[in-house]
């Protein structure tokens, strides 16, 4: 008998245990799998947009406009290709941080990936598939009009890394950062503001940030009953702290390395020392200090969305800011929102530009590859560009030359308008020109470096240190950082 | 008896032991263990296993871009932990914050077991309403308090306002400290309350009667009579609310992300950015096992205060 119930037990904990390792060698199969229709690639042959279907792929992105459109209209893309593509948009922090771990864990997670030049590009580059693979292959679709098609300084941008000859990514999109006021205002008030200040306050790339600086506190002192503050600012202890910052370090004539800007494009491994102590960029430093402390106050917590949701909500007149936030401006204060380009400091205009690209993740099986690289073509082609920039939800930003030429494009400068972004095109197109952008180095360590500076001018702006001492701390840091 | 004499003796009977040792057969693990030795295998994998693997990335550089890859780095980690003075901020941040919370969450706590403990009608609706945000979600605690703070629309900004107050909550190193301490004392202060209810509870009815005979007021009797029998309770409390704020992390995450200028960088912010940010898996290891001593500290001066007073039997 209890023989018998030794053998039953035995035979039971026996039976557990085999169940438990069939389900751990199922999860871990399934695990490496990914999503379905892994493995090889079909034989090419027949329609090239048909090859993968079956494939399921999965794309991470920013909660960013373009992504937004795509992910409220996948139908065109899964009846052509016959693909489902699963879209997942996150803030971009936690963007950087999921993707840094699924390119560590070895399998693809994610097929297709964000890239940011500077956040994801760089430091992940090994990670990402050579688009070359694709591209001029014949068993695949290539890019409608070409890869001469999007702005060239733009792929070199978004799509590059150290190596000319290597396609990292395709152009996605490409917010700029301009000047966005409150057009009703400063019509309002242009004359007693004249009056006061001594010249036109019209928003013009010919004003300078002191004048900005000046019809901030103008609008502080003189139109608490039609808004709270002049300006308002990304300044949280965020990403979008240091592109703020970026736009006045520019302006004021310093940079963050010796390459200047010839390092926003191709990147380098080895940028040198830091150049964040030059006289240009503590006199920069000093002035955003200055600007910070007569802006909304509210602008210590805010990102790129929070100065958005401020400006929409009226809190203040006037900001720098993406321009793909034109759209929910003129869902806000419809025709009451005006563009220019970011103030010219003592050296020149500068205007950071956000722009990224789109790239196939390297463990991805060779169908899925293909499936991405379908998605990649489908999601940056002209049509789709021109469908996001039209999008209720979205408003693309896009990437294309063509997309700019078509006419229902050039007539939607004006308003009334149906593609709100464009409203931002004389603008942006200032703000594209090479002596008023504005490009972040790519650098590997980019991230390293990005938090010891805002998180710097987070000490500067709220009191604990100085700005000379605050650009004196980030210079070490970039270097320790850097091993130079 | 000569030393060597008694040498030879112990060797002898050690000998006798060993021979008597090897005589008896060796039992089969009982029942009992080899049922839970599934378990125990289960736990080792899920628990010593990491351990022992962040132990050997402390003395490594972990590289993790093209496969991973551990490369030994002596005590490099080690000594960077030593030098740095972010992490040191951090860990000054975190006792800040640690020493606030559990401060504040222990006297609201026992105010509020000593209220409930005192309403007779309609308890269970106030103890229900009490207890409402420990049963929140941290990150949605963290929202909230991120819209009640927001200086463009929220309550509590707007009524700050209206005392004076022109800045930002959140926009201002001390006031997001004491924001998020007080986000963290809402959420948990609950919890210490449920905890402390139940000690007192427990205090012997013909103790506080005996108390009322001798005369002693409402204070006296607290003093002497109610915190001396719930003081183990009032520990396990102190106890558990400490190891959870070693770890705190969610409601930080939402509000400040550890802004502004990294006044709420508290050390778990901290070793999340050096992780999943940096990609320094050797270096957070280093970061992580010096929390895990912490906390085992932290734990055993709570359980040797219970053993003193002969509370842990």
Redesign the interface.
């Known amino acids: 008998m209890n023989g018998s119930h030794q053998v039953s037990r035995r035979a039971l904990?026996r039976g557990i245990?085999a169940g438990a390792a069939g389900a751990l060698a199922y999860a871990a199969l399934s695990a490496c799998g990914g999503s379905e229709g892994g493995g090889s690639a079909p034989a090419a042959g027949g329609d090239p947009w048909k090859r993968f279907q079956g494939t399921t792929i999965n794309f991470i992105s920013e909660n960013t406009a373009p992504s937004a459109a795509i992910a409220a209209n996948t139908k065109p893309f899964e009846d052509l290709t016959g693909i489902k593509i699963n879209i997942q948009q996150m803030e971009l922090?936690k963007l950087?941080?999921n993707v840094?771990?699924d390119?560590?864990s070895?399998t693809a997670g994610y097929h297709v990936i964000y890239a940011d030049p500077y956040q994801v590009l760089a430091?992940?580059s090994?990670?990402l598939v050579d688009l070359n693979e694709f591209v001029g292959n014949s068993d695949f679709p290539q890019p409608e009009k070409g890869l001469e098609d999007f702005i060239p300084s733009q792929l070199q941008a978004a799509g590059r890394f150290l190596d000319s000859d290597k396609l990292y990514a395709l152009p996605y999109d490409t917010p700029t950062m301009i000047w966005q006021y409150r057009a009703d205002l400063f019509e309002k008030y242009h004359d007693k503001m004249a009056d006061d200040l001594g010249f036109d306050p019209t928003p013009s790339i010919n004003l300078t940030w002191d004048q900005y600086f000046q019809i901030a506190e103008w609008f502080n002192k003189n139109a608490k009953d039609d808004v709270a503050y002049g300006t308002g600012h990304q300044a949280?202890?965020?990403d979008s702290l240091q592109c703020d910052f970026s736009n006045l370090l520019w302006a004021y004539g310093g940079d963050y390395f010796e390459g200047g800007q010839e390092l926003g494009t191709l990147g380098t491994k080895s940028p040198g020392k830091s150049t964040l102590t030059s006289d240009a960029a503590v006199a920069a430093a000093e002035f955003y200090n200055k600007l910070l402390g007569i802006a909304?106050?509210?602008?210590?917590?805010w990102d790129w969305d929070g100065v958005a949701?401020?400006f929409q909500?009226g809190?203040i007149a006037m900001c720098p800011n993406w321009h793909e936030f034109a759209a929910g401006n003129e869902k806000a204060l419809p025709g009451k929102v005006g563009y220019a380009p970011l103030p010219k400091g003592p050296a020149r205009s500068a205007n950071i530009w956000g722009g990224t690209g789109i790239g196939i993740n390297a463990n991805c099986s060779e169908a899925e590859r293909g499936a991405a690289w379908l998605f990649l073509n489908w999601a940056t082609s002209p049509e789709t560009q021109f469908m996001t920039l039209a999008s209720e939800v979205g408003g693309g930003t896009p990437t294309r030359t063509s997309v700019y030429q078509r006419p229902e494009v050039e007539e939607a400068k004006k308003r009334p308008s149906k593609l709100p972004n464009i409203l931002t095109a004389d603008a942006v197109n200032e703000a594209w020109k090479p002596e008023n952008i504005g490009l972040r180095p790519k650098v590997a360590t980019w991230?390293?470096l990005n938090?010891a500076l805002f998180?710097e001018l987070?000490?500067m702006?709220?009191g604990?240190v100085k700005p000379d001492a605050a650009m004196r701390t980030v210079a070490q840091k970039f270097d320790e950082i850097n091993k130079v | 008896m000569p030393l060597s004499s008694d040498l030879e003796q112990v060797a002898t009977a050690a000998a006798r032991g060993v021979r008597a040792r090897a005589r008896t057969p060796v039992r089969p693990p009982s029942f009992e263990l080899r049922m839970m030795t599934p378990a125990l295998v289960l736990l080792a994998a899920l628990s010593l296993l990491p351990f022992l693997m962040l132990v050997y990335m402390g003395f490594t550089e972990v590289k993790l871009l093209g496969g991973l890859r551990f490369e030994y780095a002596g005590v490099d980690n080690w000594q960077r932990l030593l030098t740095d003075p972010d992490v040191r901020a951090s860990w000054l941040v975190s006792f800040v914050y640690l020493v606030l919370t559990l401060g504040a969450e222990m006297l609201l706590g026992v105010v509020t077991a000593l209220v409930l403990y005192r309403i007779t009608r309609g308890r269970g609706l106030v103890f229900a309403l009490v207890l409402l945000p420990m049963f929140l979600a941290p990150i949605i605690v963290g929202l909230l308090g991120r819209f009640l703070t927001d200086s463009t629309i929220g309550l509590y900004a707007w009524v700050l306002r209206g005392l004076g107050f022109e800045g930002d909550v959140l926009g201002n190193g001390t006031t997001a400290l004491i924001a998020v301490v007080a986000m963290d004392v809402w959420q948990w202060t609950p919890l210490v309350a449920l905890i402390t209810l139940a000690g007192l509870s427990a205090v012997p009815q013909p103790l506080l009667e005996a108390a009322a005979v001798d005369g002693a007021g409402y204070w006296q009797t607290l003093r002497s009579v109610v915190f001396p029998t719930i003081q183990g309770v009032l520990l396990v409390a102190l106890l558990v609310r400490a190891m959870d704020a070693v770890r705190f992390f969610d409601i930080i995450t939402i509000t400040t992300n550890g802004g502004p200028a990294d006044a709420t960088k508290i050390i778990p912010i901290r070793l999340y950015e050096t992780a999943f940010r940096f990609r320094e898996i050797g270096y957070a290891s280093v970061i992580g096992l010096v929390m895990l001593l912490f906390s085992i500290i932290l734990a055993n001066v709570f359980v040797g205060v219970l053993g003193r007073k002969g509370l842990t039997k």
């Open positions: 904990l245990g922090t950087v941080e840094s771990l390119f560590s070895g430091p992940f090994e990670g949280k202890q965020h909304h106050p509210g602008s210590r917590t949701n401020a909500a809190q991230n390293q938090t998180t987070s000490r702006i709220t604990a």
